[in-house]
């Protein structure tokens, strides 16, 4: 099972949207409404911030969503803030019984 | 409060084997499907195993079945994952992590990780 792919990075500023793009494959994403997104900030444990394409667990805030169309979901972010600056993962259930992660993201705040 | 531990991590040889566990506290443990992820340093996260509610079926990434093992013991809330015919490129900081929906990848509590050293 091949990783799903994300950009190597993305950035934006104080304030400002991005969206990070994370494609998979029809035995995939394309396939099941199973892909999360977690974040995770240099030397720690990553963290939940989407499950099942859209949904936010409690505690996450409004400023991340998720969506999906066809093999390829995405993250958002609103109202750029400097604690986003991290490394965000998609993962995806897959065909084979398995979960597959992205390669990885690292947003930065400039 | 959910908190969940690993432990077991530490350097070993090529072809050595390593055990790690992972404690579990502060939910049901027997209602939540266990994974363990890893992550080599500097790179990014790999999911390598999960273990469904009762322990009687478990999954694996190619890059480890056959050489690794996950179970647990519901009655003292533990998950392990017994490592063989390790190589360098196992080296990584290993994660326990339950997930919110069975077998996917909605990890909403993950430990802190223990670190293996595959190295002579």
Same mark, same amino acid.
């Given at each position: 099972?091949?990783?799903?792919?994300?950009?190597?990075?993305?950035?934006?500023?104080?304030?400002?949207?991005?969206?990070?793009?994370?494609? +998979?494959?029809?035995? /995939?994403?394309?396939?099941? /409404?199973?892909?999360?997104?977690?974040?995770?900030?240099?030397? $720690?444990?990553? $963290?939940?911030?989407?499950?099942?394409?859209?949904?936010?667990?409690?505690?996450?805030? /409004?400023?991340?969503? &998720?969506? $999906?169309? &066809? #093999?390829?979901?995405?993250?958002?972010?609103? &109202?750029?803030?400097?604690?986003?600056?991290? /490394?965000?993962?998609? #993962?995806?259930?897959?065909?084979?019984?398995?979960? =597959?992660? +992205?390669? +990885?993201?690292?947003?930065? =705040?400039? | 409060? !959910?908190?969940?531990?690993? @432990?077991?991590? %530490?350097?070993?040889?090529?072809?050595?084997?390593? %055990?790690?566990?992972?404690?579990? @506290?502060?939910?049901?443990?027997?209602?939540?499907?266990?994974?363990? !992820? %890893?992550?080599?340093?500097?790179?990014?996260?790999?999911?390598?195993?999960?273990?469904?509610?009762?322990?009687?079926?478990? *999954?694996?990434?190619?890059?480890?079945?056959? %050489?690794?093992?996950? @179970?647990?013991?519901?009655?003292?809330?533990?998950?392990?994952?017994?490592?063989?015919?390790?190589?360098? *490129?196992?080296?990584? !900081?290993?994660?326990?992590?339950?997930?919110?929906?069975?077998?996917?990848? *909605?990890? *909403?509590?993950?430990?802190?990780?223990?670190?293996?050293?595959?190295?002579?």
């Amino acid at each position: 099972q091949s990783a799903l792919t994300q950009p190597a990075s993305v950035s934006g500023s104080p304030g400002q949207s991005i969206a990070i793009s994370c494609t +998979g494959t029809s035995n /995939d994403i394309g396939g099941y /409404d199973y892909v999360s997104w977690h974040q995770q900030h240099p030397g $720690k444990a990553p $963290k939940l911030l989407i499950s099942r394409v859209s949904n936010r667990p409690s505690g996450v805030s /409004d400023r991340f969503s &998720g969506s $999906k169309s &066809g #093999n390829t979901a995405s993250l958002t972010i609103t &109202g750029l803030q400097a604690e986003d600056e991290a /490394d965000y993962y998609c #993962n995806s259930f897959t065909s084979s019984h398995n979960v =597959v992660f +992205g390669g +990885g993201t690292r947003l930065t =705040v400039l | 409060e !959910v908190y969940l531990a690993e @432990s077991g991590g %530490r350097q070993v040889q090529p072809g050595g084997s390593l %055990r790690l566990s992972c404690a579990a @506290s502060g939910f049901t443990f027997s209602n939540y499907w266990i994974h363990w !992820v %890893r992550q080599p340093p500097g790179k990014g996260l790999e999911w390598i195993s999960r273990v469904t509610t009762e322990g009687r079926g478990t *999954d694996y990434a190619a890059s480890v079945r056959g %050489r690794f093992t996950m @179970s647990r013991d519901n009655t003292k809330n533990f998950a392990y994952l017994q490592m063989y015919a390790l190589r360098p *490129d196992d080296t990584a !900081v290993y994660y326990c992590a339950r997930s919110l929906t069975s077998g996917s990848g *909605d990890f *909403d509590y993950w430990g802190q990780g223990t670190l293996v050293t595959v190295s002579s």
